[in-house]
């Protein structure tokens, strides 16, 4: 699974860098660095969003407040 994080300016003072450390811990806590990929890009155009997160294709708004209930809902819903 690939999950990319919006790391342009916006997205970087809306937390990007806690969300990822959020996904960072997530991954590392459910052992599932061999079947995850964490990727940053640059502004994906939706600005006006909290910090924009791709799972795949799909656009997600995730802020450092929400990454734990994103990564239970979205990561490991579909994995299992």
Do not use: A, W, Y
């Not at 806590?29 to 990929?37: A, F, H, P, T, Y």
Request: charged fraction near 30%.
């Amino acid at each position: 699974m690939l999950i990319t994080i919006c790391i342009g300016s916006s997205c970087h003072l809306k937390g990007s860098r806690n969300v990822i450390q959020g996904l960072e811990r997530k991954i590392k806590e459910e052992q599932l660095s061999s079947k995850i990929e964490l990727n940053g890009s640059f502004c994906t155009g939706e600005c006006e969003k909290g910090v924009c997160v791709k799972i795949d294709d799909e656009l997600f708004s995730v802020s450092p407040e929400t990454v734990d209930t994103f990564f239970t809902e979205e990561v490991l819903g579909r994995l299992n």
